[in-house]
């Protein structure tokens, strides 16, 4: 039933990348969310002496004004095509920085970050090594799987604006009506001769025992 | 129903049904058979002069046959299309050589004996499923009569009977007599609630039908004498117990038990015997009248369209939602919608409460005039596929196709693909490459984590949507976990591909944990049954080779299941203390022989 429409849109307006990363990473303190049981500038100083990264530092809060700034001068300035982020949990702020990557025209999709906070600092708290070590450890999987990251880009296609409700009962009838009262057009296809289902067979009904036709 | 009928924006079929669906979200496009009338619907004015003539008697479906129609009939007064009808089975003068004589009685000459059935093809963006319900046969219940006595009534039956536009315009008598019953009696959950015959759930309506049934006897013959055969009673909704409470006060005798016999007296009323939950004791009642709650089964046309348009089904045979607290009235399938009983029984209301949340949700879908396809999708590459079709057999959201006779390769549908990279970890070829979370990349992952201090960690696996979210809901309770726990996050835990684990095991890993969704709460639909289906397979191998099953874990973890999550990693850690040097060393040793 389907038809293939694949085609990714090779995206206008991101800058190329190059085969070889240049990777940076940013150890986000979250004020002592993190910081006070994960030694961010040790983490740090340990990313900076992996491969492709070329800037590795600890910082505030990433994901405010002033953190994504620096990033983003970053970026701009030393050319960087790979962002790691050590901070929160993506599914809370993976969107955030992937819209940061965008607005310095870098595609989104060259983003990783590794959960040092839900998923580290949180849950180690009385392990300060332990969690050190591991935030050690995510930095450099992300770091390595971030040079791996290819480009994606976002597909659009047209779309027509109609609607084919199949059944005509009192559902079939809302929504074809909210539908078109929004300016949508509808085709309502009913398999009997009328519209109006089981209900338009109901006398009375519950709860307010009127009529239902 | 009538602003249905003139709206600018609705094309009505009547008499029609989806034939076929192809194409995708946005994009799809629906054969339709609209069948013939034989009745000019713009023109005739449903005068009725036409019925009036015709010969032919039948009983009429609308009064659930208590009375009959013509041939030629409009189903009900109110009908939309307001415009009569011609059944062309039961006319006689279909060849009008015979009959015909509807023909000569319509002065606008709106009778068209020739025409034809049509197909019709539409373009459409987004589809709502709202088929309705079916009523539940009582037949295969022997025990309550239906079919032999001729005073047991359906509740629908009971409707029109009470209906003062139906065969008696609205007055209650007994069938064999024509008189109006002293006392009736109601048996609840007729066809529902039942393992052995009709559902198993509950239909929803049916308690509340009949206790506005109880008030609407008492308001017609105050003296009537109403029993209620009921398992419990399910008056749950808004103001439902206000009615319930009303009805109670009005004297209906609420009796808990389900008749266990039904016979017929000489004078046609019916003796019933009943165990009563409450007092313990078998009960007989003789009753004038008895009417069964029947139950609310999916409509007929299900199965079809479910095939059509590549949608689910409950256990009950109703249509799935995508999700059933966050996504009630998405199908999995992007662009398709459900509304009313489709879905499930519910009562009016909540019918069009659903119906309208659908039209939101097709609206939100489509008011852009265009889509967007997230590039989080698997790709096939066309040289490597051997067109054995398994990723087909996989995909939860049929987004790929493959002709398998052809020998083509694999194509996805990017629109309809929704990310969960199952089709990735299936395809035996490696043929399939799931973007963003690449066999490279996760690879890569893997072998980082292992490097250092491998006897040491532990490998956890982690969807996205479950056991991701729930490992984060442990850090939002601060719930203490060791520190050599290792996440690596895929979408789905259907992307977690065997070679994976071998990879992970033959690197030293001690113990590896896949973690995702509860059996029934996967984000795409039902990936996760190919997880276990796949672990219990690597689970025989590593038997076999002689290597501990428990060192591969498999644990279902919702978002919300942090202390699940916390405790999860400790069995973790005591299974990894478990596992020696010896042992891993061992691992490798055979997984190197066998590769
Ligand atoms: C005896 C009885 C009494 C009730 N009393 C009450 C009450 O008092 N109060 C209350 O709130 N609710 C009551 N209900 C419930 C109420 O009838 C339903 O909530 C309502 O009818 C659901 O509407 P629907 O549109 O989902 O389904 P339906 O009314 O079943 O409509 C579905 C429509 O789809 C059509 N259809 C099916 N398949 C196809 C196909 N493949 N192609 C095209 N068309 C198709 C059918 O012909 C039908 O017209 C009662 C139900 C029963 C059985
Ligand atoms: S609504 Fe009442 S009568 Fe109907 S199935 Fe549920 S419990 Fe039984
Ligand atoms: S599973 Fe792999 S080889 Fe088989 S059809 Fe799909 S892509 Fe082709
Ligand atoms: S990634 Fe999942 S949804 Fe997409 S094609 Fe593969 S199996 Fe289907």
Known sequence: MIKDQHALKEGTGFKSVSTLPRIGVYVCRCGLNIAQTVNCAKTAQAAQKLNGVVIAKDIGYACSEPGQHEIKSDIEKLGLNRIVIGSCSPRLHELTFRKMLQSVKLNPYLLEMANLRE???????????????????????????????????????????????????VAGIQAALDLADNGYEVILVEKKPSIGGNMAQLDKTFPTMDCSI | MTDVGRHPNIKLLTLSEVVDVSGYVGNFTAKILKKSRYVDEKECTACGECAKVCP??????????????????????????????????????????????CIDACTKKCIHFHMSDEEIEENIGSIIVATGFDLYEPKELEEYGYTRFENVLTSMEFERLVNAGGPTQGHIIRPTDRKPPKSIGFIQCV?????????????????????????????????????????????????????????RKLCVNYIKGLPGSIYELPDHRLRVAVENANTAKIEQYDLDMLVLAIGLKPSATTRKLQEMLGLQLTSDGF??????KLQPVDAATRGIFFAGCAEAPKDIKDSVTQASAAAGRAI?????????????????????????????????????????????????????????????????FGAIVMNHFTDAQITKQIDVLLQKDTKEKILTF??????????????????????????????????????????????????????????GDCHYINANHWTEKRLVKIWKKMEKMGLRQERLQLAWISAAEGIRFAETMKHMERLRQSVTTEEIGQTIEILNKIS
């Open chain 2, 319 to 324: 249509f799935l939602e995508a999700h059933p």
């Open chain 2, 191 to 247: 066809g529902s609630r039942s393992l052995k015959k009709g559902g198993a759930y509950c239909s929803n309506i049916c308690c509340m039908n009949t206790i506005k049934s109880t008030l609407v006897l008492k308001e017609h013959d105050p003296d009537i004498d109403i029993k209620v055969f009921y398992i419990d009673i399910r008056a749950f909704g808004k103001g439902f117990e206000d009615l319930y409470m009303r009805s």
């Open chain 2, 364 to 428: 939100r879908l489509m008011h852009k005039g265009e889509i967007t396809i997230e590039p989080i999708t698997s790709e096939v590459i066309a040289s490597q596929c051997k067109s054995c079709g398994i990723c087909v057999e996989v995909c939860p959201y049929n987004a790929i196709v493959v002709d398998r006779q052809q020998k083509t390769p694999a194509q996805i549908n990017t629109a309809a693909c929704a990310g969960c990279g199952t089709c990735a970890a299936e395809c035996p």
């Open chain 2, 462 to 519: 982690a969807c996205n949507w479950c056991s991701y979210a729930g490992a984060d809901y442990a850090g939002v309770s601060r719930l203490q976990y060791p520190a050599n726990i290792r996440i690596i996050r895929t979408m789905c835990s259907g992307r977690v591909d065997e070679s994976f684990i071998w990879h992970a095991f033959k690197k030293g890993a001690p113990v590896v944990l896949v973690s995702g969704c509860h059996i």
């Open chain 1, 119 to 169: 998923q580290c600092s949180w849950v180690h708290m009385t392990d300060k090594e332990g969690a050190t070590q591991k935030a050690i450890d995510l930095i450099e999987m992300a770091v390595f799987r971030s040079s791996l990251l290819q480009p994606l880009y976002e597909n659009t296609v047209p779309l027509t604006k109609r609607t084919l409700i199949i059944g005509g009962g």
């Open chain 2, 56 to 101: 032919v008697l039948r009983p009429d479906e609308f009064n659930v046959g208590l009375s009959s129609r013509r041939a030629i009939y409009i189903p009900f007064p109110q009908a939309v299309p307001a415009s009569y009808v011609i059944n062309a089975n039961e006319c006689l003068g279909y060849n009008p050589a015979v009959c015909s004589k």
